[in-house]
């Protein structure tokens, strides 16, 4: 009787190695953090638990008034703090000169109350102001925060024909500052977005003076 025909082993065919993705598995880049401007670095440095310091070149006279705006401020007594900005920036300004860094500083923070204030017009030239100062001065980081400011100031404006006078003189400026290097590059969608609302004021303007018309 024949023997059964003996079918070979084959031997089981390894399993295949992925290949990994190097596109999914590559480590994504730390997101760059965005650093707090404009109003939004005022806010952070009026409402913090940080003391209240100057340069401490002959300043400290202003430690004293500044933590008394500051106070306010936290308090809600809004008023009360734009009255003693106002007289602190006359002071300081007399002592130490207009474009002092410590006047600057105390500019952007009376900006910063007059916008809380509801006075969005007198916020948005204190912050252009401080805006030219610091572009002048080719300081590009604070003139962006100035500008910021002034944004944030002329969105709070609702007359179209008078956003219009303030959202020109802002374009330019932050024009100028895209012209160089520094955050404006970085962050032109910003700017892409008023120069939008500046084409939805021209629309709204358009439509109150054929109202005015009828």
Do not use: C
Not at 18 to 34: H, M, R, S
Not at 49 to 54: F, I
Not at 165 to 177: C, N
């Amino acid at each position: 009787m024949d023997a059964p025909p003996v079918t070979p082993e084959v031997a089981p065919r390894p399993a295949a190695i992925p290949i990994p993705d190097l596109a999914l598995t590559a480590p994504e880049p730390d997101p760059k953090p965005t650093p707090a401007r404009g109003f939004d670095a005022v806010a952070e440095a009026v409402l913090g638990d940080e003391p209240v310091t100057t340069d401490g070149a002959g300043t400290a006279f202003l430690i004293e008034p500044m933590v008394r705006i500051n106070d306010a401020v936290k308090a809600g007594r809004i008023d009360e703090a734009a009255g003693l900005a106002e007289r602190t920036v006359a002071d300081a300004a007399g002592a130490l000169g207009p474009e002092h860094p410590e006047v600057l500083r105390l500019r952007e923070l009376a900006a910063y109350i007059a916008y809380l204030a509801g006075d969005p017009l007198r916020a948005f030239h204190l912050s252009l102001d401080l805006a030219r100062i610091r572009h002048g001065a080719h300081d590009a980081e604070a003139a962006y925060g100035n500008v910021q400011s002034a944004a944030t100031a002329w969105r709070a404006v609702r007359d179209p024909e008078q956003g219009l006078a303030l959202g020109r003189d802002l374009i330019d400026l932050w024009t100028e500052l895209t012209a160089e290097d520094g955050p404006a590059v970085e962050d032109i969608e910003e700017l892409e977005s008023a120069r939008a609302r500046m084409g939805r004021l021209t629309e709204r303007a358009r439509r109150a003076a054929g109202r005015a018309a009828e």
